[in-house]
T-cell receptor, first 112, second 119 residues
Framework: SQTIHQWPATLVQPVGSPLSLECTVE??????LYWYRQAAGRGLQLLFY??????ISSEVPQNLSASRPQDRQFILSSKKLLLSDSGFYLC???????????FGNGTRLTVT | AQTVTQSQPEMSVQEAETVTLSCTYD???????LFWYKQPPSRQMILVIR??????QNATENRFSVNFQKAAKSFSLKISDSQLGDAAMYFC????????????????FGTGTLLAVQP
């Protein structure tokens, strides 16, 4: 069966520090991969998605970037964190057409 | 652009009772998918139910069912025989049909309804 791993679960970082959140999927090949952010009291907002290695699409302008160095690995990064980057970040995957979206357990990021 | 609105920030229900969560959406497309996701305190996002717009029959999954009113652009979730484990944040989400192009699950979420279940 397919599983998605996301780490770390929680992270506290000072303003201006770098960020790297990692997500991996097991049990499937060539998935679509997604990064969503959930701000306090708000719904989820799609940040990036990827349909293949090295293929990244950004949905909103921001301080973050994403990369997909391997088929089942998706990384969310920042060179210098802002206070506004605080939130709950969720990685997700799907197995192509008409399959549902499966989420990881999320990372709670606090920028101080 | 498509939007999803959940007008009930919080709801409460007694254990074993029935509760309905509201969701409305705005779209100019005729073919799309609607979802309800549950987010318990663990923050894991769990798919509760899915509705395809071209299907007139309302989706059901055990104690969970939807009332899909396409003309009114309404998609409410009914939870029957509420259990303590149903306490969570519930999100309504929209996804355009892949017939419009693209191959990705770009969901548009509402702001959520926090459901409390009273024993």
């Amino acid at each position: 069966s397919q599983t998605i791993h996301q780490w770390p679960a929680t992270l506290v970082q000072p303003v201006g520090s770098p960020l790297s959140l990692e997500c991996t999927v097991e049990g499937t090949s060539n998935p679509n991969l997604y990064w969503y952010r959930q701000a306090a009291g708000r719904g989820l907002q799609l940040l990036f998605y990827s349909v293949g290695i090295g293929q990244i699409s950004s949905e909103v302008p921001q301080n973050l970037s994403a990369s997909r160095p391997q088929d089942r690995q998706f990384i969310l990064s920042s060179k210098k964190l802002l206070l506004s980057d605080s939130g709950f970040y969720l990685c997700a995957w799907d197995g192509r057409i008409n399959s549902p979206l499966h989420f990881g357990n999320g990372t709670r990021l606090t920028v101080t | 652009a498509q939007t999803v609105t959940q007008s009930q920030p919080e709801m409460s229900v007694q254990e074993a009772e029935t509760v309905t969560l509201s969701c409305t959406y705005d779209t100019s497309e005729s073919d799309y998918y609607l979802f309800w996701y549950k987010q318990p305190p663990s923050r894991q996002m769990i798919l509760v139910i899915r509705q395809e717009a071209y299907k007139q029959q309302n989706a059901t999954e055990n104690r969970f069912s939807v009332n899909f009113q396409k003309a009114a652009k309404s998609f409410s979730l009914k939870i029957s025989d509420s259990q303590l484990g149903d306490a969570a944040m519930y999100f309504c989400a929209y996804r355009r049909s892949l017939n419009y192009g693209g191959a990705t699950n770009k969901l548009i979420f509402g702001t959520g309804t926090l459901l409390a279940v009273q024993p």
